[in-house]
């Protein structure tokens, strides 16, 4: 349990660096900009008490506003996600009753489940991110646009990071 | 009253969300009402130092580039010293010449961190408070508009750049001095939008436009960029035409950020007069 807390402290961390310093910097093209520091909302564990998982959340949220001058939006966007996550996970398991202490990872859980898990979560977080960032529908297809791009590329990368934090689990069991 | 708690204590999830999520949209909201407002923007004191870090570290990538772009603005700036004019006349007296007052002052800065791909784009410059920056001064280099001042701290400020959706300037065509207004509709970080230009002018491809001086803010004759197209857009009777910008804004490295010394005066002018007239 203890080093489960200290993993995802280090998660948080990598994943802001990741963000702000190498993402934020990167034009994919004008448009596109992905928020890959979601994944950290997503790999908490599927028991995780409610406030808990909404607190983490905002705090990660807020922690992306302090560095791209986008006050409480992704913070917003964020526990949207939070929000809507053990939903979506009730949704897409066959199975209901999981471990305790069960983290969305793809040898648990299986390429399916996670594919789904990460194009919903990624795709509600970017559509509430990218209106409240536009604040109006006259630019509605063009915002509809950059979300699906985003939405493509964010959730590649999400899956990445699912692929890249696999092995050593495996290893574990 | 025990069942209103149980009802709570039973959603507690929805109602904890309620809370965060309105707290969000509330901070949203004021950012987006209140531009100065402090709390989350990167002129922050522990983002502006992370960003100064990581700033010290791409600096060397760029710095064929920044040595180059200084050269050129050494070179234009020597071309208007002293020391290149040559003095035919004996009897000019420059001492204390009262003909010319000083209006604008610069302050060069760095642009430590900066964003192009988003709707409202903002950048981080590394002059603040200690270097005389004041909210609401002018941005500039010496080909273009940047941005207006937004908020500041000690050592940092906020800039809202050119590519903002609340960002309107006022231009003018350099050729026959009609005034428009120039704004960002989102499409490409390279073009702006000239609009509100009457239908009766004639344009073509090419012209120049220029900053026109009427804002308080930034001083006139900027160059901004040229004309690429133009149209009359339906359901309008003026036209709109496409502006290619001098600056991009994804390799701006030098900014120079503009205090306009007789700002205070104009303003308190103006509102005089509009007093007055009521």
Redesign the interface.
């Known amino acids: 349990m203890r080093t489960g807390i200290v993993r995802h402290i280090v998660q948080f961390v990598l994943l802001v660096l990741i963000q702000v310093l190498i993402l934020n910097k990167i034009r994919f093209g004008g448009y596109i900009n992905p928020y890959v520091y979601v994944l950290f909302v997503m790999l908490l564990p599927v028991d995780i008490p409610g406030w808990l998982l909404l607190m983490s959340a905002f705090g990660m949220g807020l922690t992306i506003d302090l560095f791209s001058d986008t006050q409480g939006m992704h913070a917003a966007a964020t526990v949207m996600l939070a929000f809507v996550r053990p939903g979506v996970i009730r949704m897409i398991s066959g199975r209901p009753v999981f471990d305790p202490g069960t983290i969305p990872a793809l040898s648990s859980m299986g390429t399916r489940w996670v594919l789904f898990y990460i194009l919903i979560l990624v795709f509600i977080h970017h559509t509430f991110l990218f209106f409240l960032e536009i604040f109006r529908f006259s630019e509605f297809f063009i915002t509809l646009g950059r979300i699906a791009l985003s939405t493509a590329i964010t959730a590649i990368m999400v899956y990445i990071g699912f692929l890249l934090l696999d092995n050593p689990e495996k290893r574990n069991r | 009253m025990r069942n209103l708690f149980s009802f709570i204590a039973r959603n507690?999830?929805f109602f904890?969300?309620l809370l965060?999520?309105t707290?969000?949209?509330?901070?949203?909201?004021?950012?987006?009402h209140y531009q100065r407002?402090y709390?989350?923007?990167?002129a922050?004191a522990?983002?502006g130092q992370?960003?100064k870090w990581?700033s010290g570290v791409t600096d060397y990538f760029s710095l064929r580039k920044a040595n180059q772009q200084l050269a050129e603005e050494n070179a234009r700036l020597l071309h208007f010293t002293r020391e290149s004019f040559l003095k035919t006349d004996r009897q000019v007296f420059t001492f204390r010449d009262t003909l010319y007052q000083r209006q604008y002052q610069y302050v060069n800065a760095e642009v430590v961190n900066s964003?192009?791909?988003?709707?409202?784009n903002?950048l981080?410059i590394n002059k603040g408070k200690l270097h005389g920056i004041e909210p609401d001064m002018g941005v500039v280099t010496f080909n273009g508009i940047v941005g207006i001042v937004a908020s500041v701290s000690d050592r940092f400020s906020?800039v809202i750049s050119l590519l903002h959706?609340d960002m309107q300037i006022s231009a003018r065509i350099k050729k026959n001095d009609q005034i428009g207004t120039l704004l960002w509709e989102?499409?490409?970080?390279r073009k702006a939008t000239m609009t509100y230009i009457p239908s009766h002018v004639a344009l073509s491809v090419g012209d120049t436009i220029v900053s026109s001086g009427f804002s308080v803010i930034f001083p006139k004759d900027l160059f901004i960029g040229t004309i690429s197209d133009f149209e009359i857009r339906r359901g309008d009777n003026y036209f709109s035409a496409e502006v290619e910008l001098a600056i991009d804004f994804?390799k701006l490295k030098y900014v120079q950020v503009v205090n306009n010394l007789m700002l205070e005066e104009q303003q308190t002018l103006e509102s005089q007069s509009e007093n007055t007239a009521r």
Do not use: P, W
């Not at chain 2, 709390?39 to 990167?42: D, E, G, L």
């Open positions: 507690y999830f904890v969300f965060l999520e707290l969000a949209l509330i901070m949203v909201y004021q950012h987006q407002s709390f989350a923007s990167s922050n522990v983002a992370v960003y990581s964003s192009v791909s988003r709707r409202d903002y981080t906020s959706k989102g499409y490409d970080y994804n």
